[in-house]
């Protein structure tokens, strides 16, 4: 890849993720005290929204190696952001599943597009890398752009609200143009006698996917059950729900692209994850133990602790996972594999709030050691995994991939 391509690609992770983390700071106030909604409404509407686009991006993953990754990704960041504004005309539960359930399948099917885009453009010994860089630039998005709609909230206004919504869907035009300005990559042709969604019926990488949604579970680990915990069980400050954020915001930046460039192998990559599922493990622990003892500032401490470990397993997890999800997938393909690749962050987005709330805010020390053990086991399982997936693929997909 050309400095040109891998700073467009750069650029339209930012754009999105600026305007996604204001969308993602205020959108649920507007929903609630704007539209009128529930928090029960919207926290379903969300759940169903994002469960249609882990079955979405799939097929939408399929148009753009079948028609083409750039002009695919291009329509689906234009029709993201007309999901967006859609959220505006919202004023009732059926109304909002919907638009949620088009907002979902958009973004699930623009990252299948993109994640195919990168494949093309980048050669394998690169493509990790490069998705760390757009993991870097995405991360500083979302900081900025959390920081707009934190004034949003301050505001709390419709106007505010508005202005927030329109920022977000005016980041995706412009993803839409920056995407237009990238190179034009070759559309896949139909194999004899394949069915069009074959990743569908490839067991092994539906194994390895499986592992990969069990880890993501790692992020609302950071977005909904640590703050929760904190607020609910320790005698840490409120702030330090933002600090913890900060300081994971911060390190993915500058360190995800030097944590992905030690990778050199698909067999590198899996020891990796294995690894990662120690570290979340550490963190959980961790986690458990800052509500021991009642002093604000060793809670505070242990914290930070956690969150140090678990922004280091988060980084191991994506090098690793990134490398195992290119690795695998058919060269002419990587469309649909990413897009069923990625319904681990769907599903995670979906079921992990409520999944972990129970468990760690409901049981309390078991539930963290039992979250704990199952990144762990996933972790382990990873390399046996990929294994089977390597010896179950024909030599000439492992070549194809790599050109």
């Not at 004023?91 to 907002?103: D, E, G, I, K, M």
């Not at 963290?368 to 000439?396: I, Q």
Request: glycine fraction near 10%; proline fraction near 5%.
């Amino acid at each position: 890849m050309t400095k040109t391509p891998d700073r467009l690609l750069a650029a339209t992770q930012l754009v999105g993720s600026l305007g996604d983390g204001a969308f993602l700071t205020c959108s649920v106030l507007f929903f609630t005290r704007i539209a009128g909604l529930t928090p029960a409404q919207v926290g379903l509407g969300l759940t169903l929204g994002w469960a249609v686009g882990s079955v979405a991006g799939v097929p939408l993953g399929h148009l753009a190696d079948r028609h083409g990754a750039r002009g695919s990704a291009v329509l689906l960041a234009l029709a993201t952001g007309a999901s967006i504004l859609a959220f505006l005309l919202v004023r009732s539960p059926v109304l909002f599943v919907l638009a949620a359930c088009l907002y979902g399948s958009c973004q699930t099917g623009l990252a299948a597009a993109r994640q195919a885009l990168l494949a093309a453009l980048a050669d394998p010994a690169r493509r990790t890398r490069v998705r760390a860089t757009l993991q870097s630039a995405g991360n500083a998005g979302l900081a900025v752009g959390a920081g707009l709609g934190g004034l949003a909230l301050s505001a709390d206004t419709a106007t505010a609200y508005l202005t927030v919504f329109v920022l977000d869907a005016g980041s995706f035009a412009v993803t839409a143009a920056l995407l237009l300005a990238l190179p034009a990559v070759p559309r896949s042709a139909p194999r004899t006698g394949e069915p069009k969604l074959a990743v569908l019926r490839d067991r092994p990488y539906a194994l390895v996917t499986l592992l990969n949604a069990i880890l993501l579970l790692r992020m609302p680990l950071l977005s909904v059950a640590i703050p929760l915990w904190i607020v609910e069980r320790t005698a840490a400050p409120g702030w330090t729900v933002s600090a913890l954020f900060v300081l994971n915001t911060v390190l993915v930046v500058l360190l995800q692209v030097r944590v992905a460039g030690r990778l050199a192998s698909i067999g590198a990559a899996a020891r990796m994850v294995r690894r990662s599922g120690v570290l979340l493990l550490a963190s959980c622990v961790a986690f458990a133990l800052s509500a021991a003892g009642t002093s604000p500032a060793v809670a505070f401490a242990v914290l930070v602790v956690g969150a140090l470990v678990q922004v280091l397993g988060e980084m191991l997890q994506s090098a690793g996972s990134w490398e195992i999800g290119f690795a695998l997938a058919p060269a002419d393909r990587q469309g649909q594999y990413q897009g069923f690749f990625g319904t681990g962050v769907s599903v995670a987005r979906a079921i992990g709030p409520v999944l972990l709330s129970t468990v760690v805010i409901g049981w309390g020390l078991p539930g963290w050691l039992l979250l704990g053990g199952v990144f762990l086991a996933a972790g382990w399982a990873m390399g046996p995994a990929v294994r089977w997936a390597e010896a179950a693929r024909p030599p000439v997909r492992i070549s194809a991939a790599a050109r």
